[in-house]
């Protein structure tokens, strides 16, 4: 999985510590407990704290814009040590208020999980920050939490998900969350190959089974 990530700069208060990748074997998603801010303002808030300043090592606006905050270094949304073994991802965004994420934030969220993955085999564990810590209801009771997680787990388990065009990889997520396409019994997608009147009929079936669900809500 390949991801677009861009580097928001930042005045560090002190230099940041590397993480031994082979240690790191956590994510943990965070919300911003804030409707709007953005990361300057939660890097404010952070250096106020006495912090090196922002906290999360990625962060992922409203629109799906994939940032680097801290990287792969010493992050500080945990408390300590886990921040040596657990990578965080901030969510821009109230969800102890909000109760619809905006599905780009959710699929890019999705892609991230997939990516960090993949780079580093030893994170088993994926989950919300009060997973880590009882004293928090971050990242929000609206928040998608296992909508992410299962949704990555589904890709992860499409072996040629990287032969995906890029502008179709967000569609092939949603189809694949939803069931309406989930690859053949080798757990090959197969994107580049025709589809015969059989397997749509079958991709059909599913869509208008998913529809008379929404009907019956």
């Not at 560090?12 to 300057?40: C, N």
């Not at 629109?63 to 992050?75: A, D, P, V």
């Not at 994926?126 to 929000?140: A, E, F, K, L, R």
């Not at 569609?171 to 589809?195: L, R, T, W, Y």
Request: proline share 5%; net charge negative; hydrophobic share 40%.
């Amino acid at each position: 999985m390949s991801v677009e990530i861009i580097k928001e700069e930042f005045d560090w208060a002190r230099p940041l510590e590397p993480l031994d990748l082979s240690k790191v074997t956590g994510i943990a998603f965070h919300h911003m407990a804030h409707p709007t801010a953005g990361m300057q303002t939660i890097h404010k808030w952070h250096l106020d704290r006495g912090w090196a300043g922002f906290a999360y090592n990625y962060w992922i606006d409203f629109y799906g814009s994939i940032f680097e905050g801290r990287g792969l270094n010493k992050g500080a949304g945990l408390y300590d040590p886990l921040n040596r073994t657990v990578l965080s991802i901030g969510f821009q965004g109230d969800y102890d208020n909000s109760e619809i994420i905006p599905e780009a934030q959710l699929i890019a969220g999705v892609k991230l999980v997939v990516y960090l993955k993949q780079l580093i085999p030893a994170i088993k564990t994926v989950n919300g920050h009060n997973y880590w810590q009882n004293d928090t209801s971050c990242p929000g009771r609206y928040f998608p939490l296992e909508r992410i997680i299962e949704t990555s787990a589904k890709i992860e388990r499409i072996k040629d998900f990287d032969n995906i065009a890029g502008w179709a990889e967000d569609s092939a997520i949603k189809v694949i969350e939803k069931g309406i396409m989930i690859g053949d019994d080798q757990g090959f997608f197969n994107p580049a190959m025709p589809c015969t009147r059989q397997e749509l009929a079958v991709v059909v079936s599913r869509l208008l089974e998913l529809i008379e669900q929404a009907r019956r809500i």
